[in-house]
Each structure stands twice: as C-alpha cells, then as structure tokens.
C-alpha cells in the first residue's frame, strides 16, 4: 500500500508548490486513476509517488510518503525501484539506450537488481507476453514507432514485478488498440494483487478499470472517491477534465430539454 | 642499419593478420580498411626514405635533384611491413568486435556496469542523434527551411536545425535519468547479465601464449638470437 | 486555394523496406476538412508527408491543383502546405515563442505589418498570447504542443496538415486544437488531421478518411464513416465508433456520430 500524507512538493528553484497537502492512499489489487488539467500536478505526483522526486528531481517534499506503513525518505532510489515501477508519457526518453534489442530492452530493470538468470528471462517473457510483443523481441528498440516504443517500456516496468506501478499517462501516444491492450494489462495486474496508479486524459479509459480516482487541480486533491461517482461528478468540467461519453451525453440530454420519453430511450440505450 | 628485415612483419601478416581475416571471411575488408589506414603514414616513409636515406649509395632512379636508393628503397618496405601489420591487427579487431560484445565481456571480468553503461550509450548516441536530426530537418523543411539552396541559405539554416538536436537532447537529460534511476540503474554492485561473448579454454589459452610471447622476443632480440627474422 | 490529389501513390521504404502505402487514390478539394484514421502503421503519417514532398511516391503522383508536385522542393511546397509534426520538441529552437513563431511565415517571406499581425493571431488563436517572450521550454510539455501548431497555422498555407494535434492535451487545449481547425476553416484552408480521437474526429470534420496497411478501407462522412454498416471495416483495423454512433444505431436513429446530431434526432419532430 502507498500512502500519502499530506504531501506538499516544490521543485526546485519554483516560486509555487506544485503540490499542497495531498493525501491518498492506493490500495493492494487497486487501480487509483489520477485526472486534472495540464500542469494541474499530475506529473509531480506520479514523480512523488516512485521516488524520484525528491531524490532525482531535485526540489523540497514536507509531508510523508509511506510503502507499506514504513515511511520512504531514508530509502534510496534503487531500493524504491523494485517495490514501485513508473512509466512516462513519451517512450523515447524511458529506453535505455543501451539495448540491442527489445528483449534486452524489457530485461534492463531485473538485470540492474541483479535478479537470477532464470528468472530473468521468465520475468521478459511474459512482460512481453502481456503487451503481445513478443515479435518485437528481436528489433532494435531505437527503430520502433513511437507507439510500440511505448509498449516496449510499459513491458520495461512490467519486467520488474513491481508491487506498486505508477503511470503517467501512458496510454497518450497509442492508438486504440494499444490504448486497450494497456488497460487489460493493467487491469490484469490489479486482479492479482498489484497497486496500480494511472494518470490519464481519457476518461474512458478510466471508466473501464479504476475502482477509485482523484482528481488535482493547482497542486490540490480536490476530489477524491469511487471511479463512477467522480466521473459523474459535474465540478469535473470546471476543473479541465473531459468526462466519460456516457456522463457526457447524458449531461448534454439534460440540458437540452429533451422530453422524458426521449431521455427515457436514451437511458435504456446507454444502460443496455 | 636498417630496422630490421622482412621477414619477421611478413609472418606475424600473414599469421596474425591474413589467416585469422580469411578464416572470419574478412580478408577483402581488412585488406582495403587497413591499407586505408597506412596510407598517409605509408607514403610518406616510402617518399622520405627511397630519397633522403642518410648513407645509402646504391642508386635506383634520379628524378631531377632527387636521387632514389635501393637501400632506400629496402628500408621503406620494411617499415610499411610494420604499418601494415598494426594497421592490420587493428583493423581485424574492430571488425570482428560488437562494442557491447567487448564492453558485456568487460563487465563480466569486473568493470562497473555504470561504466559499462557509459561506454555503450556512447556508442549509441550517435545513430540516435542522427534519426533526430532527421526528423528535425524535416519539421523545419516543412516550414519553409531551405535546404537544397545557395550556400548562405544553408548555413542560415544551421541554428534551426542544431537547436532541436542539441536543445532536445539536453531537455531529455533529466527525463532520461529519472527513468534509468526508476529502472534501478544506481543500485551499487554488479548485475545479472543475459549475455556475454563466449570463452574457450583455447581462446584462453592463445591469449596467454600472445602476452608472454611480447616479453620473450624483446628478451631473445636483446640477447642477438632471432637474427634471422631481420 | 489549393486542391490536392494523390494519383496512384505506392510508397516502399528505402532499401527493399516494408510498403507502406499500397495505390492509394485520393482527391481532397479545397478548404475541405479531412481525417486520417488509422492504427499506428498504416501509412497515416507516411500519407501527409507525401502532401508536402517531404517523401517521393515511389509509383504514382502527386498533384496540386492538378499539377504533378514532383519537381518542386519542399520549400517551395511549404507554402502550400504547412505540416505541424507530432513531436514538438522536434522543431522548437527558438529562445522565445515569438522568434519561434515567426520562423515560419518569415521563410515564407513574410515582414514588418504582415508578419507581426500573422504571429500575433496566432498566439492569440492558441491562447499563447501572455507567453509572447517566454522560452518554450518552460512551457508545459502540451503548451508546446500548442506552439507548435501555432508556428505552423502562422504560416498562413492554403493547406494546415497536423499530425497527431490533440495527442496529450486536456479538455481546454482539445477545445483550443478545434477552434483553430474552426478558424482555419473558416478562412477557406484546407485542414487534414491525423487522430486517435474518434470523438475530436467525429465532431470536427467534414470527411474521415480510413487506412488499413497502406490502403484506403473507408472515405466518408463522420455519420457514415462511423454508421452500423461500417462498423465492421472499422473493427477490422481495431477502431471503435464514438459512443454517440453507437446508441443512435441502437435506437435506430441513423447515423449521429456526435452528441448533437444524437440529440437532434432524439428530439420531437425528427423522424425516428
């Protein structure tokens, strides 16, 4: 379990927190959806989250982050790595740069922990199962669209079993199809156990897998609840985010004065 | 005078250089590569000594003020034998080493793999800048960028094109660094390696012979024995 | 005003590659607004980089307003064609927005009056006006993006191609993307974008275009493009219509690809 306590951020150099008193807890066999405007602190967060702010990021961290009850701040970055895995938005940065290969590629994580041959490769066997790239396994990483780069290091993040994973919206380079092969992923690693944490545009998305969301807005927590209630929520809009098509279409049916058969068949069509 | 013969260059040539070249199926590439390589110094041994060889008597041709020697001429191929040979030896190991081979096998005897990082990133840097740049010079191609004009519209167009690559990678610093650090990268020690290049006994074996065999023959030329080899 | 065709365009990669578009026939007239869907792979961005010579068809042609595109240079087709690329980081070089902007419409050879009002709205149209003297890299990585479409829109080209343009954005800066796209549409130019977003594409534009491994599968409206009756050719290529098209098919209401035309035919009045 990761815990935040109200947790205020800077980075350094800034004139403004980019997070004030933020508490949540992400809970085992959870998925915690994390929604708001650009620059609302979704980043900052999930940076808090892993450990790398504010160890590599730099910057001032008042408030507590705890794994498991036991507070973080003395533990190191790669003592962090094995227990929450994090992956970005944009792939290019998240690859190596030092694999020949996208089999090489996903094993990176185990490799640095030193974690047995064996299971090494059982590890990269199945991250690569779980995104269905194992026909990638033997193409050089660096000449892979932007859209199978990102599957590459979602896969990356897989390999290292991870009981927390933290991503930032990981989705916002795919297409479809590689949009919902991440959702079931993830959805997958919930089921048996993992705490997952997942910033994200896509409302939709959300929909489909989290059972709770929070919702930032200038660095705050100013929502915090079950997956469906948020989403219906109609301070969502105010704060920058688009909600799902359902809520959206049924908001828009409302405020159109639509005569009560007309919403009535509507209801029925979206429920069925 | 002299250096010291041919023969000696020749055999370590044809066994150290020729046989392994053929046997990796190289020999054209070695051959061009390294002649390549030995000309600008091969050249000019050749030009200094067939002319300007202090006490060589034996004339071979005169060219104007210049006179050419057959001593001269003796001692330059025996010291484009020299070059050739170390141009060869170099030239057979790079083409027969994958950089990460070398640097994986290192790691295994001992380097830090954050060295070993450094030095294989390094390696890789270069084709990724190069797709950047691409990418970049076709972004501002796309507005308008001229590059196929006269030689001021293009150097105009070096800041447009060496800010993106230069301003992007420094950008990406930080990112890539936190990614490596999530992916354990600092974690102290050593860690598991899927691979590394085999090594035989045999292998073993010829690398021993190699290295004592330097301090041998500097020994056995000292004491006047291997005089046959020049 | 330009009209653009592509005449039996066959693409392969350099050195015996993959073909990436397979006799692709394609006439968009002037000041129409397109959409290029498709997974990641099947020639979507290969397509538009035809538009402006960045790629040679390697059989077929390409033609503006009838004449074949194959002897100009790329600068010369810039001022036909103004292409936003997906990354922006990959053409931001610029110490200020401003400079940034201007780079464009001044290969273009814009100056003085005309040059300034260009930038100006353009700033104005992506809400970067405030921003006029900051480094584009203390932007927020989707505010450059907004840049990005801004520098190329500043151009003033009959025809604005955009490559992914609300990839990363929140709500705001999909509305901000539209408006533009409005705008531009407005002023009679010709606007092609490629998207993921079948909601953004079934709301803002007048044809959707579908590709499947190089080939043309669908060229319609968003009310066909997304009706039951192709439903199929787009599941095919792992594209789901917009949730608005899917209850109106199930109510029988015909095509309604948006909330609006949903609501429309909902309504009292309309047949259905």
């Given at each position: 379990m990761l815990t935040f306590e109200l947790v205020t951020y800077r980075y350094a150099g800034a004139s403004q927190p980019s997070l004030r008193d933020v508490s949540l807890e992400l809970r085992e066999g959870e998925v915690l959806g994390l929604v708001g405007a650009s620059e609302a602190g979704k980043t900052t967060l999930c940076l808090v989250a892993s450990g790398l702010a504010p160890r590599t990021a730099g910057g001032t961290l008042t408030g507590r982050v705890l794994l498991d009850g036991e507070d973080t701040a003395p533990l190191a970055m790669h003592e962090l790595a094995g227990r929450i895995g994090i992956a970005f938005a944009s792939p290019a940065t998240q690859l190596s740069g030092v694999a020949a290969t996208v089999y090489e590629e996903v094993a990176f994580g185990p490799m640095n922990l030193g974690v047995p041959r064996r299971e090494l490769i059982a590890r990269t066997d199945e991250a690569l199962a779980a995104l269905q790239i194992e026909p990638l396994a033997d193409r050089d990483p660096a000449q892979l669209s932007g859209g199978q780069q990102q599957l590459v290091a979602i896969a990356g993040l897989l390999a290292l079993r991870p009981a927390h994973l933290v991503l930032d919206e990981p989705t916002a380079q795919l297409d479809p199809a590689g949009t919902e092969m991440v959702a079931a992923a993830l959805a997958g690693l919930a089921a048996n156990g993992a705490s997952i944490l997942v910033a994200e545009q896509k409302t939709d998305l959300l929909a489909g897998i989290c059972s709770r969301i929070v919702a930032l807005d200038g660095g705050r927590a100013v929502l915090d609840g079950l997956a469906a209630e948020i989403l219906a929520d109609p301070r969502l809009a105010d704060l920058g985010v688009a909600p799902p098509a359902a809520v959206r279409l049924r908001r828009a049916a409302a405020d159109a004065d639509l005569p009560p058969a007309a919403l009535a068949r509507l209801e029925g069509a979206l429920a069925g | 005078m002299g250096v010291g013969g041919v023969i000696g260059p020749a055999l370590l040539i044809g066994?150290?250089?020729?046989?392994?070249?053929?046997?990796?199926?190289?020999?054209?590439?070695?051959?061009?590569?390294?002649?390549?390589?030995?000309?600008?110094?091969?050249?000019?041994?050749?030009?200094?000594?067939?002319?300007?060889?202090?006490?060589?008597?034996?004339?071979?041709?005169?060219?104007?003020?210049?006179?050419?020697?057959?001593?001269?001429?003796?001692?330059?191929?025996?010291?484009?034998?020299?070059?050739?040979?170390?141009?060869?030896?170099?030239?057979?190991?790079?083409?027969?080493?994958?950089?990460?081979?070398?640097?994986?096998?290192?790691?295994?005897?001992?380097?830090?793999?954050?060295?070993?990082?450094?030095?294989?990133?390094?390696?890789?840097?270069?084709?990724?800048?190069?797709?950047?740049?691409?990418?970049?010079?076709?972004?501002?191609?796309?507005?308008?960028?001229?590059?196929?004009g006269s030689i001021w519209r293009r150097l105009r167009g070096v800041l447009p094109l060496a800010g993106p690559v230069l301003l992007g990678s420094i950008a990406e610093v930080e990112e890539r660094t936190m990614a490596l650090e999530a992916r354990g990268f600092t974690r102290p020690g050593s860690r598991t390696l899927l691979w590394w290049p085999p090594d035989s006994t045999l292998q073993r074996l010829a690398r021993w012979l190699l290295v004592l065999a330097v301090p041998l023959v500097i020994v056995a030329r000292a004491l006047g024995w291997l005089g046959w080899l020049g | 005003m330009t009209d653009l065709t592509l005449d039996a365009v066959t693409y392969r990669y350099p050195h015996g590659g993959a073909l990436a578009l397979d006799g692709i026939h394609l006439r968009i007239p002037a000041g129409q607004r397109v959409a290029l869907v498709g997974q990641n792979g099947s020639g979507k961005t290969t397509l538009v980089r035809h538009l402006n010579g960045l790629l040679r068809p390697t059989s077929g042609r390409v033609l503006h307003d009838g004449d074949d595109v194959a002897g100009r240079t790329v600068a010369q087709l810039a001022r036909s064609v103004g292409l936003a690329f997906q990354d922006p980081d990959r053409q931001i070089f610029a110490a200020s927005v401003r400079s940034e902007v201007e780079f464009g419409p001044r290969n273009l050879g814009m100056r003085g009056g005309a040059l300034r009002a260009a930038v100006d709205g353009a700033l104005a149209g992506v809400g970067l006006e405030a921003e006029a003297g900051t480094n584009p890299y203390d932007l927020g990585a989707s505010r450059r993006k907004l840049l990005a479409l801004a520098s190329v829109q500043a151009m003033g080209t009959p025809v604005l191609v955009l490559d992914e343009p609300t990839t990363g954005q929140d709500m705001r800066g999909v509305e901000i993307v539209r408006r533009v796209i409005e705008a531009a549409h407005a002023a009679g130019r010709t606007v092609i974008a490629i998207s993921h977003d079948m909601?953004?594409?079934?709301?803002?534009?007048?044809?959707?275009?579908?590709?499947?491994?190089?080939?043309?599968?669908?060229?319609?409206?968003?009310?066909?493009?997304?009706?039951?009756?192709?439903?199929?050719?787009?599941?095919?290529?792992?594209?789901?219509?917009?949730?608005?098209?899917?209850?109106?098919?199930?109510?029988?209401?015909?095509?309604?690809?948006?909330?609006?035309?949903?609501?429309?035919?909902?309504?009292?009045?309309?047949?259905?």
């Amino acid at each position: 379990m990761l815990t935040f306590e109200l947790v205020t951020y800077r980075y350094a150099g800034a004139s403004q927190p980019s997070l004030r008193d933020v508490s949540l807890e992400l809970r085992e066999g959870e998925v915690l959806g994390l929604v708001g405007a650009s620059e609302a602190g979704k980043t900052t967060l999930c940076l808090v989250a892993s450990g790398l702010a504010p160890r590599t990021a730099g910057g001032t961290l008042t408030g507590r982050v705890l794994l498991d009850g036991e507070d973080t701040a003395p533990l190191a970055m790669h003592e962090l790595a094995g227990r929450i895995g994090i992956a970005f938005a944009s792939p290019a940065t998240q690859l190596s740069g030092v694999a020949a290969t996208v089999y090489e590629e996903v094993a990176f994580g185990p490799m640095n922990l030193g974690v047995p041959r064996r299971e090494l490769i059982a590890r990269t066997d199945e991250a690569l199962a779980a995104l269905q790239i194992e026909p990638l396994a033997d193409r050089d990483p660096a000449q892979l669209s932007g859209g199978q780069q990102q599957l590459v290091a979602i896969a990356g993040l897989l390999a290292l079993r991870p009981a927390h994973l933290v991503l930032d919206e990981p989705t916002a380079q795919l297409d479809p199809a590689g949009t919902e092969m991440v959702a079931a992923a993830l959805a997958g690693l919930a089921a048996n156990g993992a705490s997952i944490l997942v910033a994200e545009q896509k409302t939709d998305l959300l929909a489909g897998i989290c059972s709770r969301i929070v919702a930032l807005d200038g660095g705050r927590a100013v929502l915090d609840g079950l997956a469906a209630e948020i989403l219906a929520d109609p301070r969502l809009a105010d704060l920058g985010v688009a909600p799902p098509a359902a809520v959206r279409l049924r908001r828009a049916a409302a405020d159109a004065d639509l005569p009560p058969a007309a919403l009535a068949r509507l209801e029925g069509a979206l429920a069925g | 005078m002299g250096v010291g013969g041919v023969i000696g260059p020749a055999l370590l040539i044809g066994a150290g250089v020729v046989a392994p070249a053929l046997a990796a199926g190289l020999l054209p590439r070695v051959a061009r590569t390294a002649t390549l390589m030995s000309l600008p110094l091969g050249i000019s041994a050749l030009l200094v000594n067939l002319f300007l060889l202090p006490g060589a008597t034996e004339v071979l041709f005169r060219i104007g003020p210049l006179t050419a020697t057959v001593e001269g001429l003796r001692f330059a191929v025996e010291i484009l034998l020299r070059i050739l040979a170390i141009t060869g030896a170099i030239t057979l190991f790079y083409l027969t080493t994958a950089p990460a081979a070398l640097v994986l096998d290192l790691e295994r005897r001992g380097v830090s793999p954050r060295v070993a990082f450094v030095a294989l990133a390094s390696v890789q840097t270069v084709p990724a800048m190069v797709e950047r740049a691409v990418t970049i010079t076709a972004a501002q191609r796309a507005r308008g960028l001229d590059t196929e004009g006269s030689i001021w519209r293009r150097l105009r167009g070096v800041l447009p094109l060496a800010g993106p690559v230069l301003l992007g990678s420094i950008a990406e610093v930080e990112e890539r660094t936190m990614a490596l650090e999530a992916r354990g990268f600092t974690r102290p020690g050593s860690r598991t390696l899927l691979w590394w290049p085999p090594d035989s006994t045999l292998q073993r074996l010829a690398r021993w012979l190699l290295v004592l065999a330097v301090p041998l023959v500097i020994v056995a030329r000292a004491l006047g024995w291997l005089g046959w080899l020049g | 005003m330009t009209d653009l065709t592509l005449d039996a365009v066959t693409y392969r990669y350099p050195h015996g590659g993959a073909l990436a578009l397979d006799g692709i026939h394609l006439r968009i007239p002037a000041g129409q607004r397109v959409a290029l869907v498709g997974q990641n792979g099947s020639g979507k961005t290969t397509l538009v980089r035809h538009l402006n010579g960045l790629l040679r068809p390697t059989s077929g042609r390409v033609l503006h307003d009838g004449d074949d595109v194959a002897g100009r240079t790329v600068a010369q087709l810039a001022r036909s064609v103004g292409l936003a690329f997906q990354d922006p980081d990959r053409q931001i070089f610029a110490a200020s927005v401003r400079s940034e902007v201007e780079f464009g419409p001044r290969n273009l050879g814009m100056r003085g009056g005309a040059l300034r009002a260009a930038v100006d709205g353009a700033l104005a149209g992506v809400g970067l006006e405030a921003e006029a003297g900051t480094n584009p890299y203390d932007l927020g990585a989707s505010r450059r993006k907004l840049l990005a479409l801004a520098s190329v829109q500043a151009m003033g080209t009959p025809v604005l191609v955009l490559d992914e343009p609300t990839t990363g954005q929140d709500m705001r800066g999909v509305e901000i993307v539209r408006r533009v796209i409005e705008a531009a549409h407005a002023a009679g130019r010709t606007v092609i974008a490629i998207s993921h977003d079948m909601e953004f594409v079934a709301g803002a534009f007048d044809r959707v275009v579908v590709l499947r491994a190089g080939k043309v599968i669908l060229d319609r409206t968003p009310a066909s493009v997304f009706g039951e009756a192709a439903w199929d050719a787009l599941r095919s290529t792992y594209l789901e219509p917009p949730l608005s098209a899917v209850i109106g098919s199930k109510l029988g209401l015909g095509g309604t690809p948006t909330d609006g035309a949903l609501l429309a035919a909902l309504a009292p009045g309309s047949p259905g």
